[in-house]
């Protein structure tokens, strides 16, 4: 039995399904919620509601967007030759806030798990493999995550490329040690990867 009010009951269950919210947090969000002005939790409703009704997919790469283009889709001065392959919207963040990036993005929705349902017609590879098929395109960067699916979804693709379109350079970001890292303290896969991707200096 809750010892809370119904409607507070409610909106402590439904902060508690925010990934990283546990209950506790969610309570503690709640009360700051009732603590807060009309105004200010009216604006978070609002916003809520806003995003969930205005914000939908870029019809090009799948980025999030409101209209039917994303913002970098609809500027011209990006390079539509280059295509750099992300799992989900949020990657694309981190990517453009190194300012080294001037091409476009593709979101694939995901990256390949067959243990968990996850087969290629449910990312969108076939857009992909559409979008790289028109003239133009140089290079694709695949930028999945270092992880067993995400390397699975790297080779698939890479493979399906190079049968595809040979002449598309297919690459993948670099991953290794991180800067200021100690080598003691590294495990053997970033060691080893850090390895095969050694360049000159």
């Known amino acids: 039995m809750s010892l809370h009010a119904p409607p507070l009951q409610r909106l402590i269950t439904e902060l508690s399904k ?3 919210v546990g209950g506790r947090t969610a309570q503690r969000l709640a009360f700051h919620l009732l603590k807060a002005t009309e105004d200010d939790a009216f604006a978070l409703a609002a916003a809520i509601r806003e995003v969930k009704e205005k ?3 870029c019809e ?3 980025n999030l967007a409101e209209g ?9 001065r990006r390079d539509e030759g280059l295509i750099c392959v992300v799992e989900e919207p949020a990657d694309v963040i981190p990517i453009e806030r190194t300012h080294e990036w001037r091409g476009r993005y593709h979101i694939l929705g995901g990256a ?8 290629p017609e449910d990312l ?22 270092p992880t067993t699916t995400g390397e699975a979804t790297a080779l698939h693709i890479a493979a399906h490329l190079r049968a595809a ?15 200021g890292a100690d080598l003691e303290y590294a495990d053997e896969l970033t060691l080893g990867r850090a390895f095969s991707g050694r360049r000159a200096l």
């Open 68 to 76: 039917p283009r994303c913002v970098i889709c609809q500027d011209a």
């Open 124 to 145: 969108k590879l076939n857009e992909l493999y559409a979008r790289v098929a028109v003239d133009g395109v140089r290079e694709v960067v695949i930028a999945t995550n």
């Open 55 to 57: 914000i939908t997919f």
């Open 60 to 62: 090009v790469c799948f």
């Open 18 to 20: 925010l990934p990283g």
């Open 112 to 119: 390949l798990s067959p243990i968990d349902g996850i087969d």
């Open 165 to 179: 379109s040979p002449e598309v350079a297919v690459t993948r970001l670099a991953s290794g040690l991180p800067v």
